[in-house]
């Protein structure tokens, strides 16, 4: 074997250094001591703590509040990766119909993205709060009676809309991308071969796209149970009644607002444990499904 | 299968225009090909028959029916692309169905129609495989199979040979020409390469700035070139152009060598045309021959392409073909006589034909 060889044996050591100490200090630091805390009972003010094994994680699962908080985000997050994405594709591929302006359409398309998450929350709170939001009166004209702050199944469509609203630039991005590395001829050739334009998207375009779809579903899916919890906060904060309160927002709420330490600590191992299992669940199984160019 | 016929068809981008009103009434089962340079349109107006491009104006009639402003699907044509368009996530077999699928064939019919044409193609040990699985040669294979199982009016071919090796190209150019009779579906077939155009057409359309130059079997756009551009186009090596005089008894060339006057011309400069084939060493100097210098020789085999410099302080370059063991020395000086009877002339100022042959 050819190896490179180094002057001094600390040098390739001091190469990767920082990204070491980043990776030790950012990410396996905060893992390990959650860990840790979650075999840990702590009183509220710090001041004295005892190690209980995994009786954390008995009490958390037990919880009736904590299964409905897993069956928030399972909804939450199917909801928001699936409008995100597919809202997403239509407008890519309806961008990429444009002929004059294509540029400017995608650019605006993209601003979104730009907006931090707790005023992307604030925006749609204000602009769908029932008694002086301006969106708010379409749903009540239509005869709905429209109250996010009482009605969770109405709070659970607010934030998904705010969620997805926010995610969309991205996938938009990816996919009018991965749009564009679709050869023109192969369109072309279905076409010939006699496949109208709702044909051809689904039998050619739509597999194509596959590559790009399931790197956005793997994103997604993160998105959703992570990157949410700043419009959670800020449109509904978990409420009315925890009918939003994902597994995320739990985490934070018991932490830092019960100071329920332990507890936290133990859901935030369990989601951690959830999230490579689901991940690892999509690379082995739905990327089989997946063709690469 | 069925009849194709263009009428003064014309494609204007802006006020650029790009296809200059080109006229051709195709038969049935006849096997037409659109060669030129790069750049000279023949692909637009491939495209423009199978509704890829628009037509600003004109006719385009496949089967005696108008399809100026019908969809590509709904021609009735199939055509295979430079790049092949196989959908790689298909393999060989969807490949070739899916234009069947999309007509509604089903069942025992799609697969007895799909294995047909993959025996013809010599694809039938392969329909499972992905495009990706397969050589070029193969691929291209598929791309015909997909055009021939849907049984079409007409197969539009868009250089379908210029992504294989040299040796590939030969044995899929003789490939195609016997499809294409025993099928017997009128042809459209686009190329850069006028060993292909000669060798496939019945007719050969010769393009060159969106001007159709010539229309003609290959054999009279050989004998007969109808201007310069297709005289140097078509044979390889390209014609020699030599500046001449009409003057007196003779026609006299720029070095000062004369040839016979050819009948019925006027006084005045032409082009004189001579294609390396007509040029043959000869002993003697004298009328109706030209003295050149011999800067290069060219050794293919059984010919040797002679690249050569007319007269003494001459600078008209000129190629000649002798048999590849009988060739001048580099430096040398030879006589050649020109075949009288093989010589084309063109005006001087239009480059059209005047006479000749």
């Known amino acids: 074997m050819n190896r490179s060889t180094f002057p001094h044996r600390l040098l390739p050591w001091l190469l990767i250094a920082p990204q070491l100490a980043i990776s030790l200090v950012f990410f396996y630091w905060p893992a390990v001591q959650a860990l840790w805390q979650s075999m840990l009972r702590e009183d509220p003010f710090g001041l004295k703590s005892r190690f209980v094994g995994l009786q954390n994680f008995q009490k958390v699962l037990a919880e009736p509040a904590y299964i409905n908080s897993i069956q928030v985000t399972a909804v939450f997050s199917i909801l928001t990766a699936f409008f995100s994405m597919a809202i997403a594709l239509l407008l890519a591929v309806q961008a990429e119909k444009i002929v004059r302006g294509r540029g400017f359409y995608r650019t605006l398309m993209i601003w979104p993205y730009a907006v931090a998450p707790a005023i992307a929350g604030m925006l749609w709170l204000f602009m769908f709060n029932p008694s002086f939001g301006t969106l708010a009166a379409i749903p009540r004209a239509l005869g709905i009676h429209w109250d996010p702050l009482l009605n969770g199944t109405q709070a659970m469509g607010l934030v998904v809309a705010a969620a997805s609203w926010k995610q969309i630039s991205y996938n938009f991005l990816f996919f009018v991308a991965g749009l564009q590395a679709i050869p023109k001829s192969l369109l072309e050739a279905s076409a010939i071969d006699g496949a109208g334009p709702v044909r051809r998207f689904w039998t050619i375009v739509f597999p194509l796209l596959a590559p790009t779809s399931f790197f956005l579903l793997v994103v997604n899916t993160v998105y959703a149970l992570f990157d949410t919890f700043g419009i959670i906060h800020a449109v509904t904060s978990g409420g009315p009644g925890k009918s939003t309160e994902t597994l995320v927002y739990k985490v934070y709420n018991d932490g830092f607002v019960n100071l329920l330490i332990g507890s936290s600590a133990a859901q935030s191992v369990i989601l951690m444990v959830i999230v490579i299992a689901l991940t690892a669940f999509q690379f082995r199984y739905v990327e089989r499904k997946v063709h690469y160019g | ?357």
Not at chain 2, 302 to 327: K, M, N, Q, T, Y
């Open chain 2, 1 to 357: 299968m069925a009849t194709l016929s263009l009428k003064d068809v014309r494609k204007t981008y802006g006020k650029t225009d790009v296809i200059h009103g080109v006229s051709i009434d195709i038969a049935d089962g006849e096997f037409v090909v659109i060669v030129g340079p790069s750049g000279c349109g023949k692909s637009t107006l491939l495209r423009m028959v199978a509704g890829l491009e628009e037509i600003t104006s004109g006719t385009i009639e496949i089967g005696g029916r108008v399809v100026n402003t019908l969809e590509p699907r709904a021609r009735d044509i199939a055509m295979v692309f430079q790049n092949y368009a196989l959908y790689p996530h298909m393999s060989v077999f969807d490949n070739m169905a899916y234009g069947l699928r999309i007509a509604g064939v089903r069942g025992d019919d799609l697969k007895a129609r799909v294995a047909k044409a993959a025996e013809m193609l010599d694809l039938s040990t392969l329909l499972d495989r992905k495009p990706r699985q397969l050589s070029g040669g193969q691929r291209q294979r598929v791309a015909m199979g997909r055009a021939l199982v849907r049984d079409p009016a007409a197969f539009l071919f868009d250089e379908p040979l210029s992504n294989l090796d040299a040796k590939l190209r030969v044995s899929m150019r003789l490939q195609i020409k016997d499809l294409q009779r025993r099928v017997a579906t009128t042809s459209l077939y686009v190329t850069h390469d006028q060993v292909e155009a000669m060798t496939l057409a019945d007719r050969l359309i010769v393009m060159n700035k969106g001007v159709a130059e010539q229309i003609a079997t290959p054999m009279e756009i050989y004998d007969a070139p109808a201007n310069m551009f297709v005289a140097g186009f078509i044979g390889s090596p390209a014609m020699n152009f030599l500046p001449a005089t009409v003057t007196g008894s003779d026609l006299l060339i720029s070095d000062g060598s004369r040839m016979p006057r050819p009948a019925g011309l006027q006084d005045g400069g032409v082009i004189l045309g001579v294609r390396p084939e007509h040029l043959t060493r000869s002993r003697s100097a004298g009328p109706g021959t030209l003295t050149v210098r011999v800067l290069a020789v060219e050794t293919l085999g059984a010919d040797a392409f002679v690249h050569a410099r007319l007269g003494e302080s001459g600078s008209e370059d000129i190629v000649f073909r002798v048999p590849g063991h009988d060739r001048p020395a580099e430096g040398t000086v030879v006589s050649l006589a020109v075949d009288q009877d093989k010589v084309h002339i063109f005006d001087a100022a239009t480059q059209r034909r005047i006479s000749g042959m």
